[in-house]
């Protein structure tokens, strides 16, 4: 049995959310304090950087669980179950907006210097900054599957079996949607240098 | 084929290009177009890395939402549980896993079963007697102790008899006596050949002729071929970390053992041959050897058609989210075929559509059932496990005529796959599936 003044805090996601479900609040605040800002991040990240929807979602998220804790099976990954339920609650969204964001890179005042006419001459020499920027804009063109896997992995550093759970395909789906997302991204920002 | 992105990443996060051997690089090249991608991919993992973690780092959880979900979770406890629910809960705490509870569940059904047994056992003790297995003698084989090891048994019984060439069997191999375990000491006739098909030299030095005095076998030239065969693996190495030899005309000629062998394989303990008899495997393979066909309807034998298939998947929205959100849920699935083709198919790896990659199978399947070895290929992350490459060579006569292992084992590990591949009964090919015409060479990667 767990010492509830001290050893709680290395207990087992599991473990706190069994004892939540039992109705221990400290254990699930420290569920809160581990996972709120992940889910926060993650939903960000899926829903075009709203941060406005990113703090609504990660509400919803939680109040769920905290009106229903015992929805968890405990036998299960509770990192694998938290970020299913944040998948489908983006994909419901998706289904019900419709919308993708498309950045135009001339909106961020990208500088550029034209070499030649084809794109592939194109300079562009960008601070840190105009970098990230950059890659929001390609992640966001990236359709939401790739978008998904290629956040849990660089991320969350999930194994490949937990993506797969997570988003009910094939490892073989997760593996081949990582390998071409990189790729991409790699493609599309080439042309940034580090000042 | 579907890139191993496991594989790749590994590199990505740990070598430049340059710093790639040579397996690593084609591993790399056979999905990206060369060194300025793998580069431009690594440098884009680097950095998109070290976006997230700042961002996340960066990122400010609104205290007030906190304080929000609290008070929410403390109006929603005002339940209290039963006293079944709170000892539910209690061994579910104890025990999160299903298959514990499940287990757990069982253990308590077994412990009541049998004090049941036991009670109606004292009350009805002729009848539950009779519900009892009787009791049997236990069989018990051992090796005993001083008794020498059944292949040296056979080695003196071999001396001066038929020349083991001609046969299946070394003449004198032991039979099982009681108290023993038996090895199996049958050679393959063609043992001497695949020994020899591996020294060029060897071919022509090699006299299969019984009568060939053992003298001859010390001469210079032969002795190259005596370094070869001592090379192979022996059969097993008894408690004094002497070789018993299987050919008793190499033993003859006073072959020591080998002082460069590693000392770990003075330890190495042969498994006992579970080999089918000559006779058994004769049945099985006639048996196996009469061609399956999937396809009798279509009287063509082995072709079969392959469909393309399209499916259509119809979804409703549920009224209320399941326990992870989920809102859709299938409605039909509907699968229309929409082209048909004959392939052939070869018995036994149907799934195959080309000759080389159905005997590969086959040979795969051959090795796996033979020595009970699992193989992998590219199932496990590069350079994080074990991994031996095993390359066969048969003839045309499904013998295996050379043996090469590299990777990453070591000495007594070799030996152990070379001993296993001698062991290796000839291999049949599958019937019209690329069967050689002189050698083909079949990598097997294992772990």
């Known amino acids: 049995m767990l010492n509830l003044f001290g050893d709680i805090q290395k207990a087992t996601d599991e473990h706190l959310m069994a004892l939540a479900g039992k109705g221990n609040s400290r254990a699930f605040a420290l569920i809160y304090d581990r996972y709120a800002g992940k889910m926060q991040w993650y939903f960000l990240r899926m829903l075009g950087k709203d941060s406005e929807k990113a703090r609504d979602f990660t509400q919803d998220l939680f109040v769920k669980l905290a009106e229903k804790p015992h929805l968890f099976d405990t036998g299960k990954k509770f990192s694998t179950w938290i970020y299913t339920v944040a998948h489908n609650m983006c994909k419901n969204e998706y289904r019900k907006l419709s919308i993708r964001n498309h950045v135009s890179g001339d909106a961020i005042g990208v500088e550029r210097k034209v070499s030649g006419e084809n794109d592939k001459d194109l300079e562009m020499h960008v601070d840190k900054k105009t970098f990230e920027k950059m890659l929001e804009i390609e992640l966001n063109l990236l359709d939401e599957n790739h978008r998904t896997a290629f956040l849990l992995r660089y991320k969350e550093e999930m194994s490949i079996k937990e993506i797969a759970d997570i988003m009910g395909t094939s490892e073989g789906t997760v593996k081949s949607r990582l390998f071409y997302t990189v790729k991409k991204l790699s493609e599309k920002l080439k042309a940034f240098e580090y000042n | ?447």
């Open chain 2, 1 to 447: 084929m579907t890139p191993d992105i496991e594989k790749i990443e590994h590199l990505l996060n740990a070598k430049a290009f340059d710093e790639l051997n040579v397996a690593e690089r084609e591993l790399v090249l056979a999905h990206l177009s060369g060194s300025a991608e793998y580069e431009h991919m690594r440098e884009t993992l680097v950095r998109v890395k070290k976006v997230f973690v700042a961002e996340a780092a960066s990122l400010a959880v609104d205290g007030d939402l906190k304080e929000q979900i609290l008070n929410r979770f403390e109006q929603n406890k005002t339940r209290h549980p039963s006293l079944p629910e709170r000892v539910a809960t209690f061994f579910q705490t104890l025990v999160p896993s299903p298959a514990g509870r499940f287990a757990g569940a069982l253990a308590v059904v077994l412990v009541v079963v049998s004090v049941g047994f036991f009670v109606w056992h004292k009350q009805q003790p002729e009848m539950a007697q009779q519900l009892l297995p009787p009791a049997t003698e236990p069989q018990v084989v051992t090796l005993m102790d001083n008794t020498p090891p059944p292949i040296a048994l056979a080695m003196e019984k071999a001396k001066g008899t038929t020349p083991p060439a001609e046969s299946t069997e070394l003449a004198g191999s032991t039979q099982a006596e009681p108290g023993m375990v038996s090895y199996d000491v049958v050679a393959r006739a063609d043992q001497d050949e695949f020994i020899v098909a591996g020294l060029a030299d060897g071919k022509e030095l090699y006299n299969k002729d019984a009568q060939t005095p053992t003298e001859d076998l010390k001469s210079p030239e032969r002795s190259k071929f005596i370094v070869a065969e001592e090379q192979a693996p022996p059969v097993f190495l008894n408690q004094d970390g002497l070789y018993q030899y299987q050919n008793s005309r190499v033993a003859d000629a006073g072959v020591k053992r080998d002082d460069n062998y590693s000392d770990a394989f003075k330890n190495y303990t042969p498994p006992v041959n579970t080999k089918k008899t000559e006779a058994e495997s004769r049945v099985q393979e006639k048996s196996a050897s009469v061609p399956q066909k999937p396809n009798a309807a279509a009287g063509s034998g082995y072709i079969r058609q392959e469909e393309t298939v399209t499916v259509t998947e119809s979804k409703k929205r549920k009224s209320n989210a399941d326990a992870t959100g989920a809102l859709y849920e299938d409605v039909s699935v509907t699968s229309n075929i929409a082209s048909a083709s004959p392939v052939p198919v070869w018995p036994g790896v149907e799934g195959q559509t080309n000759p080389y990659t159905a005997t590969l199978e086959s040979v795969k399947a051959f090795f796996n059932k033979e020595t009970g070895m699992a193989y992998r290929i590219g199932s496990q992350e590069y350079q994080k496990s074990k991994m031996a490459r095993l390359s066969l060579t048969f003839n045309a006569k499904g013998i295996i005529t050379k043996v090469h292992v590299s990777g990453d084992v070591n000495e007594a590990q070799k030996k152990a796959f070379i001993q296993r591949a001698l062991q290796l009964p000839a291999f049949r090919f599958t019937p019209g599936a690329g069967k050689p015409l002189l050698e083909q060479t079949y990598v097997l990667e294992l772990n």
